[in-house]
């Protein structure tokens, strides 16, 4: 059972919308914070958002603030981002993961979980 299963990118033109999916299971479902990580080809990773089931805290990176908007349905064991007005610049690959609290400059460790990414383009 593969513990985060992401679904929803595409090919979107600038100024549409999409939703992505992070569906949970298994080992992930232990932990209180999913967040929503890209990757464009030639940068480097960025945290784009996060949230917390234990008290719905959220982050969201500077440049989507207003634009994307993260939840989750616990009843479905699945975290959403809407991402409106999207532009070119969130081009990329976007993976969701398991952390062990919801910030910005939170970093990554072995004991968390990726799912296997999905892709985004913003082109006209």
């Known amino acids: 059972q593969v513990p985060l299963v992401e679904s929803g990118g595409g090919l979107v033109q600038p100024g549409g919308s999409l939703r992505l999916s992070c569906a949970a299971s298994?080992?992930?479902?232990?932990?209180?914070?999913i967040g929503w990580v890209r990757q464009a080809p030639g940068k480097e990773r960025e945290g784009v958002s996060c949230?917390?089931?234990?008290?719905?805290?959220?982050y969201y990176l500077g440049s989507v603030e207003g634009r994307f908007t993260i939840s989750r349905d616990d009843a479905k064991n699945t975290v959403y981002l809407q991402m409106n007005s999207l532009k070119p610049e969130d081009t990329a690959v976007y993976f969701c993961?398991?952390?062990?609290?919801?910030?910005?400059?939170?970093?990554?460790?072995?004991?968390?979980?990726w799912g296997q990414g999905t892709q985004v383009t913003v082109s006209s």
């Open positions: 949230i917390s089931k234990r008290d719905g805290t959220t």
């Open positions: 993961a398991t952390q062990l609290r919801c910030a910005g400059d939170y970093v990554y460790t072995n004991y968390d979980y």
């Open positions: 298994g080992s992930a479902l232990h932990y209180d914070v």
